[in-house]
């Protein structure tokens, strides 16, 4: 069983930043992909960003690419999102998932493990 929990979501203003934590269980960490994933009311899960077991491969939407990083640091069992730049329509719940694999990409059905998310809010 796996647990992530997230953190530093909040309300922030257009063009400002925030910085997404997300704190893993488990002995695996290192062996999995993570990914970040949002969803806005009335809108289906996007996945924002991706990255690979060893933190050398990422992948991010279109929509938050040049904006957003992903990041882990294993020995810390943690993945972050750096979120710059930060647009109204990037008001969403923000969910850290646990891909099946060394590598989740894009496709939601890669992910098998979700947080209960956090609350970013960007305000115009």
């Known amino acids: 069983q796996v647990q992530l929990v997230e953190s530093g979501g909040g309300l922030v203003q257009a063009g400002g930043s925030l910085r997404l934590s997300c704190a893993a269980s488990g002995r695996t960490f290192s062996l999995y992909g993570m990914g970040w994933v949002r969803q806005a009311p009335g809108k289906e899960r996007e996945l924002v960003a991706a990255?690979?077991?060893?933190?050398?491969?990422?992948s991010y939407a279109d929509s938050v690419k040049g904006r957003f990083t992903i990041s882990r640091v294993n020995a810390e069992n943690t993945v972050y999102l750096q979120m710059n730049s930060l647009k109204p329509e990037d008001t969403a719940v923000y969910y850290c998932?646990?891909?099946?694999?060394?590598?989740?990409?894009?496709?939601?059905?890669?992910?098998?493990?979700w947080g209960q998310g956090t609350q970013v809010t960007v305000s115009s």
């Open positions: 990255i690979n077991w060893s933190g050398d491969t990422t």
């Open positions: 998932a646990k891909a099946r694999t060394s590598w989740g990409g894009s496709a939601l059905n890669s992910y098998d493990y």
